[in-house]
C-alpha cells in the first residue's frame, strides 16, 4: 500500500524489469482463479462456506507476508526494481481480506449483524481480525500518489508504518483461530518478526 518508487531511466529498463509487474500481476490473480476452478470442478466439499473462507483468509496473510517483504528484499539485495511491485502487492492484500470478510459478513453470517456484533466481542480472533481490517483500510484509501501529496511524505509514511501491526492482528486473528496445532501461525509470525528486524536493523545500522 506504498507509493511506487521512481525508478531513473526506467524508459530504458531491461526486459525483466518491464514484465515485472504484469507478470506478477497475473501470478497474483491466480489464487482467486483457482478458488473459481476449484469450486467449479471439485466443489468444496462437506463445508463449502469455511472451506472457502478459510482459502482466502490465508491468501489475505500471504499476500499481506509478501507486500511486507518487499522492502526488506530491497534493502538485503539492493534490487531496487522490486519497490515498483510495493503498492500493486499492497492493493491485493487487502483484495483478498476484502473477499475474505465478504465471505464472512454475506455469506456466512447473511448479513445479520447483531451476530457480527457479538462475534466481535466473543471471539477473540474475529477481534483480531476486525482490527486488521481496521487499520488496512485507511492505508488503502491513501495508497494513491494523490495521497502521498496530500498528507504530506513523512504523515504519509508514519500512517503506513502501522501495516506492521494490522500483521501482528493478523496473526494474532490466525493464532486465536486455530484449535490445536498452532505451528503454521507461528511461522507467519517468525517471518513478520524476521520482515520487521531487517527495517529496524536498516533503520539503525
Ligand atoms: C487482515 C485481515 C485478515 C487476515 C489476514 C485474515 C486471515 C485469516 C486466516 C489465515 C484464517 C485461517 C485460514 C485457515 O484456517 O487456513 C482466517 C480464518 C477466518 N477469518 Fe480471517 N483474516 C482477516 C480478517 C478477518 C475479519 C475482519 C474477519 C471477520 C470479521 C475474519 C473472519 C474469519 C473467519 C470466520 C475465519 C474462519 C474461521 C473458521 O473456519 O471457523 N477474518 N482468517
Known sequence: MSAEVAVP???????????????????????????????????????????????????????????????????????????????MLGLFAFTYVALHVIGYVAIDQFFDWAAIGRDIIKRTYITFGMIALVILIPLALTSADSMVRRLGGARWRNLHRLVYVAGVAAVFHYYFMVKAGHLQPLIYGAILAGLFAVRIYKRFA
Open 9 to 87: 531511466g526506467a524508459h530504458r529498463r531491461p526486459r525483466l524489469d518491464r514484465w515485472l509487474k504484469p507478470a506478477v500481476f497475473v501470478l497474483c490473480l491466480l489464487p482467486f482463479f483457482w478458488l473459481i476452478a476449484r469450486f467449479l470442478i471439485y466443489g468444496f466439499g462437506a463445508n463449502p462456506i469455511e472451506t472457502g473462507i478459510r482459502y482466502l483468509g490465508d491468501w489475505s496473510l500471504r499476500f499481506l507476508l509478501i507486500a511486507l517483504a518487499v522492502t526488506p528484499v530491497r534493502i538485503v539485495t539492493g534490487w531496487i526494481v522490486v519497490a515498483r511491485l510495493r503498492r
